[in-house]
T-cell receptor
Framework: KAGVTQTPRYLIKTRGQQVTLSCSPI?????VSWYQQTPGQGLQFLFEYFSETQRNKGNFPGRFSGRQFSNSRSEMNVSTLELGDSALYLC??????????????FGSGTRLTVV | DAKTTQPPSMDCAEGRAANLPCNHSTISGNEYVYWYRQIHSQGPQYIIH???NNETNEMASLIITEDRKSSTLILPHATLRDTAVYYCIVRVPSSGSARQLTFGSGTQLTVLP
């Protein structure tokens, strides 16, 4: 069974540009969550999607957005990139939103560097 | 979600048991204790979870004190591949308003040869 797939693995962008990251969840998983990890702030929740709807959102500016498609694949977009957006972006999938007993499977992440 | 306190770092000799403590003195009756770990530059990996009874799976054992104010994750025979940051998370499963995982700083476990 394939795991959570995130693409690309690495990305370098320039300040002011925008970026789109992709996440394909485990087959059958309908919930996708996104997290940002930086050395200073650690792992922080961005948002969660279930059935193509954003169900929960963390404390990030509106430059961070996402969406989910009918096949449960999700994308997140960051517009007007800032140097502080350099981070490891992680995606996690689960069978359904709120399933946390052991339901979250994380991808390997996309390492974004903003220069 | 209840706050957790973990030591920032620990060392363990390869082949020995690694005991990682976590304090969660404000845990409420319906909150579970979850453990995840993150090997460098990879996504977090679920290890184990429990409510009040001790739990064991193929990866680890979880010991929760009777008053549930603290717990210990035990890796019975640590290997070099167990070197990672270990996160203890306390939360209510399927909580309607808080469906995300809140990660603290975790414990950096280094397994020494």
């Amino acid at each position: 069974k394939a795991g959570v797939t995130q693409t690309p693995r690495y990305l370098i962008k320039t300040r002011g540009q925008q970026v789109t990251l992709s996440c394909s969840p485990i087959s059958g998983h309908r919930s996708v969550s996104w997290y940002q990890q930086t050395p200073g702030q650690g792992l922080q929740f961005l948002f969660e999607y279930f059935s193509e709807t954003q169900r929960n959102k963390g404390n990030f500016p509106g430059r961070f957005s996402g969406r989910q498609f009918s096949n449960s694949r999700s994308e997140m977009n960051v517009s007007t990139l800032e140097l502080g957006d350099s981070a490891l972006y992680l995606c996690a999938s689960s069978l359904r939103t709120g399933t946390t007993n052991y339901g979250y499977t994380f991808g390997s992440g996309t390492r974004l560097t903003v220069v | 979600d209840a706050k957790t306190t973990q030591p920032p770092s620990m060392d363990c000799a390869e082949g020995r048991a690694a005991n990682l403590p976590c304090n969660h003195s404000t845990i409420s009756g319906n909150e579970y204790v979850y453990w995840y770990r993150q090997i460098h530059s990879q996504g977090p990996q679920y290890i184990i979870h429990g409510l009040k009874n001790n739990e064991t799976n193929e990866m680890a054992s979880l010991i929760i004190t009777e008053d549930r104010k603290s717990s210990t994750l035990i890796l019975p025979h640590a290997t070099l591949r167990d070197t990672a940051v270990y996160y203890c998370i306390v939360r209510v499963p399927s909580s309607g308003s808080a469906r995300q995982l809140t990660f603290g700083s975790g414990t950096q476990l280094t397994v020494l040869p």
